[in-house]
């Protein structure tokens, strides 16, 4: 009885690899269309520097806590812990939590970010005024 299923089953999933096997070789692939351009979702180069550093900040994060941990012990001899400030300086630097910047989603402002929605307070206001935003309302007393 177990045989028979799993054999069905794996007749089954065979069956479906051909078929898909056979779509994209007649090129019929609705996910990724090759003659179209790419247009990317960052809307200027501040953004996209500041996602590559993002990027390096969840790469080299759990090293770094390692290499400050080591850098910071008063208990290790000097030499290690001038190994530790040698390893530290060979990091990039924009791996560090202090040059990610919190950035508008639509404008890429920097500043007066409405943490919540990822927001500029000017965007975040055009949008509350029209009632885009879920969960909030125009103050009326």
Known sequence: MATTIMSRLFN?????????AQLFKNGVNNAVKLDQPVRNNWTDWRMMRDVKRRKLLVQHQ???IRIRALKKN????????????????????????????????????????????????????????YNKLSGVQRAMW
């Open 74 to 129: 008063d208990i290790l001899p000097s030499e290690i812990v001038e190994i530790g400030r040698k390893m530290l300086e060979d990091l990039p630097r924009d791996s560090s939590i202090t040059r990610v910047r919190n950035r508008c989603a639509i404008t890429s402002r920097a500043r007066g970010i409405v943490t919540r929605w990822r927001l500029s307070r000017i965007v975040w206001r055009s949008l509350a005024d």
């Open 62 to 64: 759990p090293d770094r």
């Open 12 to 20: 089954f999933s065979s069956l479906i690899c051909q078929n898909t």
